[in-house]
């Protein structure tokens, strides 16, 4: 009962499925050549409706995982530094209780899940969410495909309406997929069964995705490391990607 | 057998106020007596018992029973679909004390508002007792008569006091 | 003392009915022309809305991150318009203010049409306005649930807990004027006035009742008033955005929304003042008084806006230091400025002045501007702290497109037509309160001095 009035519980609070594994990715930003594979694959992967120049201009365009480039230095001693970023599933995510209707929850996996049929488009959480990673179908998606690219869309991923809000769900697909064939064979899930299409595709393997409570995984591991750090984690917002970022500029 | 009132109007307050208190004197029931007014008048200008309006209670009353809902709603969905959100809990008393206090507001105004209908019987079909002259400013004082015999009575009492124009009207 | 009297206008009923009534019965071609111009732009505006729908919100001017603009700065201010009314009319029928009657239906029926304007503007913003019952509270079968940890909830149990008092509040005390609109109409308009008027008759336990029904709605009004816009506050004030998540807002919304609200109840005033010949009845001691209240909520309103402004602009957090010099340095600096001039820097001196607040014409002009520089205040809340929240990568302007100023139009034009319907529906001037100022009260002799003495309570 305790856990139901104290904001500490929720983790005990258990869903169907996935409970026991909480996801997380790291980013190893010192290995980061900014070449934009992760945001190809993401497109692929999950039917993200394409957009032209003039609404990526206006700041209209999907990308669930977003290379962002800062200048750093003076002219000429100027260098670029890359930085991947997608939704940040944090813990306690910001974007989560302003929603009216439920449209994103947190699951037991520590998912920050959006639900598209659920969605109205108050756009309330994109205002809240402070990594800006929440992207709203301001077009009707399924006419930005021309043939013959609807041949091509993920039939594991829905294809959102316009008017709902969408962002990276860690290629939960993935996840049920591997967790259905685990299941399937009697198995326990294994660390490093799949990825998430970005971290699959990543040449340099900066993107690393597994189970942060399962201390003998990968991303376990890594976020040990003294070079690991958050995005405004001053904020509390506890996000479960963590980037690594070594001392040299 | 039909009830039958006797409908005066006066062009001033005094002259109505001694029309009833000549009914009054004559033996008429308080409560067979009311006044048509214009504008609300204090309770003591006629010389009739005062009355009681319950509406404050019932106000309270709804705003109470309105609260309850307001939290039952509020947590029962809470209770029954958790879905865990940003690290809030299920149960989160500041958020739900806010639609408590909506759903109590929302209760009261409109148990004010039903109530003032029953204990007023509006809106109505029946033709009641009135006089147009009310709108002008008139008071107008109406008589039930269920004994036949004191309608004449009751005439000419008012018209004693200066009545303007005294009618009957049967329901 | 007695350079402005109050108004004991001790004329006969008949005179109240013939000058108040008239507008109801008597239609000029003025009306109609209004009608016509503001029902055009009503029209337009709805065109657009489900030109809007039909197309998607690319129409707007919004983009990632500004996913709020034009469209939630008019849903503040317009609910910031809907504050005065009914919470005016609430606290002088509380505190007994005799100088109250002849505005409170007026202001009362302000609130009604603004609240039911601004509480369009949620839906007009929506992504899939269509689906727009999601948000209720109601039982279904897709397990279709709102969640009532969200601010947007709340906002909307505020307005239905508001809209509903001030509808009651406005319609109930208008029954007694029902019945005179009724006694006095004929044809299709008896029948339509005998059906509002629910068979009013008059009789003492109607009064008492009815009475009793608008102190306890007035009770129960105000303080929900007081919760509605501190809940649009804490639309902003919850979230994590620089300059929004402050706890100043909740006060700071609504005595802004007092100001905003006090100024268009007099513009109202000032205008049905003017057409309808009602000069003895709203009388420069009524703008002097209003004046002071409006000059009151001025005040205070910059005090919390200077609160607001000195601690950010001290603290210097990197985030909210960004917002601060957009705002008072940057693309924001002249709607700012001009902000201050026409709702604070110019406005509140001159209202210090009996004499402006005494003149109908100089108060018109005021209220108008101070109402311009609240629209820009809310747009100051609104749009800035989105256009550079989060990675600076994601930094963005806002340019509104003409979707979204064809809908700033809409509700001035949506409020107009609804106000003129108004007028031929019910008496702006509450008949049978002004009446009952003369029952209440007498002029007594004293020296040389004619004084008003209490007659009753």
Same mark, same amino acid.
């Given at each position: 009962?305790?856990?139901?009035?104290?904001?500490?519980?929720?983790?005990?609070?258990?869903?169907?499925?996935?409970?026991?594994?909480?996801?997380?990715?790291?980013?190893?930003?010192?290995?980061?050549?900014?070449?934009?594979?992760?945001?190809?694959?993401?497109?692929?992967?999950?039917?993200?409706?394409?957009?032209?120049?003039?609404?990526?201009?206006?700041?209209?365009?999907?990308?669930?995982?977003?290379?962002?480039?800062?200048?750093?230095?003076?002219?000429?001693?100027?260098?670029?530094?890359?930085?991947?970023?997608?939704?940040?599933?944090?813990?306690?995510?910001?974007?989560?209780?302003?929603?009216?209707?439920?449209?994103?929850?947190?699951?037991?996996?520590?998912?920050?899940?959006?639900?598209?049929?659920?969605?109205?488009?108050?756009?309330?959480?994109?205002?809240?969410?402070?990594?800006?990673?929440?992207?709203?179908?301001?077009?009707?998606?399924?006419?930005?495909?021309?043939?013959?690219?609807?041949?091509?869309?993920?039939?594991?991923?829905?294809?959102?309406?316009?008017?709902?809000?969408?962002?990276?769900?860690?290629?939960?697909?993935?996840?049920?997929?591997?967790?259905?064939?685990?299941?399937?064979?009697?198995?326990?899930?294994?660390?490093?069964?799949?990825?998430?299409?970005?971290?699959?595709?990543?040449?340099?393997?900066?993107?690393?995705?597994?189970?942060?409570?399962?201390?003998?995984?990968?991303?376990?591991?890594?976020?040990?490391?003294?070079?690991?750090?958050?995005?405004?984690?001053?904020?509390?917002?506890?996000?479960?990607?963590?980037?690594?970022?070594?001392?040299?500029? | 057998?039909?009830?039958?009132?006797?409908?005066?109007?006066?062009?001033?307050?005094?002259?109505?106020?001694?029309?009833?208190?000549?009914?009054?004197?004559?033996?008429?029931?308080?409560?067979?007596?009311?006044?048509?007014?214009?504008?609300?008048?204090?309770?003591?200008?006629?010389?009739?018992?005062?009355?009681?309006?319950?509406?404050?209670?019932?106000?309270?009353?709804?705003?109470?029973?309105?609260?309850?809902?307001?939290?039952?709603?509020?947590?029962?969905?809470?209770?029954?679909?958790?879905?865990?959100?940003?690290?809030?809990?299920?149960?989160?008393?500041?958020?739900?004390?806010?639609?408590?206090?909506?759903?109590?507001?929302?209760?009261?105004?409109?148990?004010?508002?039903?109530?003032?209908?029953?204990?007023?019987?509006?809106?109505?079909?029946?033709?009641?007792?009135?006089?147009?002259?009310?709108?002008?400013?008139?008071?107008?004082?109406?008589?039930?008569?269920?004994?036949?015999?004191?309608?004449?009575?009751?005439?000419?009492?008012?018209?004693?006091?200066?009545?303007?124009?005294?009618?009957?009207?049967?329901? | 003392?007695?350079?402005?009297?109050?108004?004991?206008?001790?004329?006969?009923?008949?005179?109240?009915?013939?000058?108040?009534?008239?507008?109801?019965?008597?239609?000029?071609?003025?009306?109609?022309?209004?009608?016509?111009?503001?029902?055009?732009?009503?029209?337009?505006?709805?065109?657009?809305?489900?030109?809007?729908?039909?197309?998607?919100?690319?129409?707007?001017?919004?983009?990632?991150?500004?996913?709020?603009?034009?469209?939630?700065?008019?849903?503040?201010?317009?609910?910031?318009? %809907?504050?005065?009314?009914?919470?005016?009319?609430?606290?002088?029928?509380?505190?007994?203010?005799?100088?109250?009657?002849?505005?409170?239906?007026?202001?009362?029926? @302000?609130?009604?049409?603004?609240?039911?304007?601004?509480?369009?503007?949620?839906?007009?913003?929506?992504?899939?306005?269509?689906?727009?019952?999601?948000?209720?509270?109601?039982?279904?079968?897709? $397990?279709?649930?709102?969640?009532?940890?969200?601010?947007?909830?709340?906002?909307?149990?505020?307005? @239905?807990?508001?809209?509903?008092? %001030?509808?009651?509040?406005?319609?109930?005390?208008?029954?007694?004027?029902?019945?005179?609109?009724?006694?006095?109409?004929?044809?299709?308009?008896?029948?339509?006035?005998?059906?509002?008027?629910?068979?009013?008759?008059?009789?003492?336990?109607?009064?008492?009742?009815?009475?009793?029904?608008?102190?306890?709605?007035?009770?129960?009004?105000?303080?929900?008033?007081?919760?509605?816009?501190?809940?649009?506050?804490?639309?902003?004030?919850?979230?994590?955005?620089?300059?929004?998540?402050? %706890?100043?807002?909740?006060?700071?919304?609504?005595?802004?929304?007092?100001?905003?609200?006090?100024?268009?109840?007099?513009?109202?005033?000032?205008?049905?003042?003017?057409?309808?010949?009602?000069?003895?009845?709203?009388?420069?001691?009524?703008?002097?008084?209003?004046?002071?209240?409006?000059?009151?909520?001025?005040?205070?309103?910059?005090?919390?806006?200077?609160?607001?402004?000195?601690?950010?602009?001290?603290?210097?957090?990197?985030?909210?230091?960004?917002?601060?010099?957009?705002?008072?340095?940057?693309?924001?600096?002249?709607?700012?400025?001009?902000?201050?001039?026409?709702?604070?820097?110019?406005?509140?001196? $001159?209202?210090?002045?009996?004499?402006?607040?005494?003149?109908?014409?100089?108060?018109?002009?005021?209220?108008?501007?101070?109402?311009?520089? @609240?629209?820009?205040?809310?747009?100051?809340?609104?749009?800035?702290?989105?256009?550079?929240?989060?990675?600076?990568?994601?930094?963005?302007?806002?340019?509104?497109?003409?979707?979204?100023?064809?809908?700033?139009?809409?509700?001035?034009?949506?409020?107009?037509?609804?106000?003129?319907?108004?007028?031929?529906?019910?008496?702006?001037?509450?008949?049978?309160?002004?009446?009952?100022?003369?029952?209440?009260?007498?002029?007594?002799?004293?020296?040389?001095?004619?004084?008003?003495?209490?007659?009753?309570?």
């Amino acid at each position: 009962m305790a856990d139901w009035i104290s904001d500490k519980g929720l983790q005990t609070t258990t869903g169907p499925r996935g409970a026991g594994r909480r996801w997380g990715l790291v980013v190893d930003l010192d290995k980061c050549t900014g070449c934009g594979g992760c945001v190809i694959a993401c497109h692929a992967e999950n039917n993200l409706a394409l957009a032209g120049p003039i609404d990526t201009d206006q700041g209209r365009s999907f990308d669930w995982i977003r290379i962002e480039r800062y200048w750093e230095g003076e002219y000429p001693d100027v260098k670029a530094q890359f930085i991947p970023v997608m939704c940040q599933q944090c813990e306690a995510a910001p974007c989560e209780p302003v929603c009216p209707v439920f449209a994103t929850y947190h699951t037991a996996e520590g998912l920050n899940a959006m639900v598209y049929n659920r969605c109205i488009g108050t756009r309330f959480c994109e205002n809240n969410d402070p990594y800006n990673v929440r992207y709203f179908n301001w077009f009707e998606p399924a006419l930005n495909w021309p043939d013959p690219l609807p041949n091509q869309l993920n039939p594991a991923v829905s294809v959102r309406s316009r008017g709902v809000m969408e962002k990276c769900t860690f290629c939960v697909q993935r996840i049920r997929d591997h967790e259905e064939q685990a299941r399937i064979e009697g198995r326990v899930l294994k660390d490093g069964e799949f990825t998430t299409a970005c971290a699959q595709s990543c040449p340099a393997k900066v993107l690393i995705f597994g189970d942060l409570d399962d201390p003998a995984s990968a991303v376990s591991q890594l976020v040990q490391s003294d070079r690991r750090f958050r995005l405004f984690e001053s904020l509390g917002t506890e996000p479960v990607v963590y980037y690594l970022k070594g001392g040299q500029g | 057998m039909a009830d039958v009132y006797v409908v005066a109007t006066f062009p001033e307050v005094d002259t109505a106020a001694d029309g009833i208190k000549r009914l009054l004197d004559a033996h008429f029931a308080a409560r067979n007596i009311d006044v048509l007014t214009g504008v609300p008048y204090p309770p003591e200008t006629w010389g009739l018992p005062a009355l009681k309006s319950n509406i404050r209670k019932i106000a309270a009353l709804f705003f109470a029973i309105g609260a309850a809902c307001g939290f039952t709603v509020a947590a029962g969905t809470g209770w029954l679909y958790p879905l865990p959100t940003g690290a809030k809990a299920i149960i989160t008393l500041p958020a739900y004390g806010i639609i408590t206090y909506e759903f109590a507001t929302i209760f009261g105004v409109f148990a004010a508002a039903i109530g003032t209908l029953a204990e007023t019987r509006l809106p109505t079909m029946k033709s009641l007792p009135y006089h147009p002259k009310v709108s002008e400013g008139w008071p107008t004082v109406t008589v039930r008569c269920p004994d036949s015999q004191n309608i004449d009575n009751a005439e000419s009492l008012l018209r004693l006091a200066g009545a303007q124009d005294v009618l009957r009207h049967a329901i | 003392m007695g350079m402005i009297v109050h108004p004991p206008e001790l004329y006969p009923d008949e005179q109240i009915n013939q000058d108040v009534l008239r507008p109801v019965f008597v239609t000029t071609w003025r009306w109609w022309i209004l009608v016509a111009i503001s029902g055009g732009g009503f029209m337009a505006g709805l065109a657009t809305w489900f030109y809007m729908m039909a197309t998607g919100m690319w129409v707007t001017g919004l983009h990632r991150p500004v996913m709020w603009g034009l469209l939630i700065s008019n849903y503040v201010f317009w609910i910031g318009l %809907s504050n005065s009314g009914t919470v005016i009319s609430a606290m002088l029928r509380l505190s007994k203010a005799d100088w109250r009657r002849p505005i409170t239906r007026a202001a009362e029926a @302000m609130t009604v049409f603004a609240l039911l304007i601004a509480a369009q503007f949620p839906l007009i913003h929506l992504g899939r306005t269509w689906l727009f019952y999601y948000i209720l509270p109601y039982v279904n079968q897709r $397990l279709l649930w709102n969640n009532f940890r969200s601010p947007l909830v709340w906002d909307m149990m505020a307005i @239905m807990a508001y809209l509903g008092g %001030s509808m009651l509040y406005l319609y109930l005390p208008t029954l007694p004027d029902f019945a005179i609109l009724r006694d006095h109409a004929d044809g299709i308009k008896k029948k339509m006035f005998t059906l509002f008027a629910l068979g009013w008759r008059g009789t003492r336990g109607e009064w008492t009742t009815l009475n009793a029904c608008i102190l306890s709605l007035a009770l129960l009004v105000l303080p929900v008033a007081v919760s509605m816009h501190t809940i649009v506050s804490w639309d902003f004030g919850m979230t994590l955005v620089p300059l929004w998540h402050t %706890s100043i807002f909740g006060p700071y919304f609504v005595i802004g929304a007092l100001y905003s609200g006090m100024a268009l109840v007099i513009t109202i005033i000032l205008i049905l003042r003017w057409a309808f010949g009602w000069q003895r009845y709203i009388t420069p001691y009524h703008l002097d008084k209003l004046g002071k209240i409006m000059l009151v909520a001025g005040l205070v309103w910059f005090y919390l806006w200077f609160n607001d402004y000195v601690t950010s602009w001290y603290g210097k957090l990197p985030e909210e230091k960004i917002i601060f010099d957009l705002k008072n340095a940057g693309t924001y600096y002249w709607w700012q400025i001009t902000m201050m001039l026409a709702n604070t820097m110019v406005t509140l001196p $001159l209202l210090a002045f009996k004499k402006f607040r005494t003149s109908p014409l100089a108060m018109f002009i005021l209220t108008i501007f101070i109402n311009i520089g @609240m629209w820009i205040e809310r747009l100051l809340i609104v749009v800035p702290s989105l256009v550079e929240k989060g990675p600076s990568f994601t930094w963005t302007t806002y340019h509104p497109t003409w979707v979204e100023w064809m809908l700033t139009v809409y509700p001035l034009a949506g409020f107009m037509v609804l106000y003129l319907l108004f007028i031929k529906i019910a008496p702006l001037i509450s008949v049978w309160e002004i009446r009952e100022d003369k029952v209440a009260y007498a002029t007594k002799k004293m020296g040389q001095a004619e004084l008003r003495a209490v007659v009753a309570e």
